[in-house]
């Protein structure tokens, strides 16, 4: 794998479950940047969920054909922030943001430490590592769409031209007339005197 095109970040010690980063990491594996926001966007409005497919224990389907899945607020936060670390190194790097793919998404066991406390017990801790790749095919798409609005304004300003230029005729159109009815008045009081 070429250094050149890819970009990492790692999130160490993040307090977050260890089987729900697993999921959420194997479900934005080979997934675009731009659709991972968005659809973590979603799941902290509730409004879509991650489907989980290893660890699923009682656990009910959500709503249409997903299947088993959860909302994990907490897990999507922190992956959240360190995808948005691994997207400011690429462009530290110089990679086109807009291209960008989740090449690999890495979840694995903290230490265990444990909370002070009567009852005391072990608290979650997870490593993260990000990895993201600039998508050449992804960069050729968006550089002919990025083409394709160039040449759009154009069209629109001359259709606004012309649209334009009869409305013009029209005030002088308008203007003329009151001024001829102004001489014929003027020649019917002549004529009566």
């Not at 934005?28 to 973590?40: A, L, N, T």
């Not at 430490?113 to 050449?136: C, F, P, Y």
């Not at 609005?149 to 259709?159: C, N």
Request: proline fraction near 4%; hydrophobic fraction near 35%; glycine fraction near 4%.
């Amino acid at each position: 794998m070429k250094t050149e095109n890819i970009a990492r970040a790692k999130g160490t010690n993040l307090a977050i479950s260890t089987k729900y980063s697993i999921e959420i990491c194997n479900f934005i594996k080979r997934k675009s940047v731009s659709k991972v926001q968005k659809y973590f966007a979603d799941v902290l409005d509730f409004k879509k969920a991650i489907p989980f497919k290893r660890y699923i224990m009682d656990l009910p389907h959500q709503k249409g054909k997903q299947g088993p899945a959860r909302y994990p607020i907490n897990a999507v936060k922190e992956i959240l922030g360190v995808l948005n670390s691994a997207i400011s190194n690429a462009e530290d790097k110089g990679l086109d943001t807009a291209s960008l793919v989740i090449e690999n998404a890495i979840a694995n066991k903290g230490p265990t430490v444990w909370k002070s406390g009567r009852n005391r017990r072990k608290a979650k801790r997870t490593h993260v590592e990000i990895i993201v790749q600039e998508n050449l095919e992804a960069k050729k798409k968006v550089k002919k769409e990025v083409l394709k609005t160039e040449e759009k304004p154009k069209e629109v300003v001359k259709v606004e031209e012309k649209k334009e230029a009869p409305k013009e005729v029209k005030k002088k159109a308008v203007s003329k007339k009151p001024v001829e009815k102004k001489i014929e008045n003027k020649t019917k009081e002549e004529k009566k005197e």
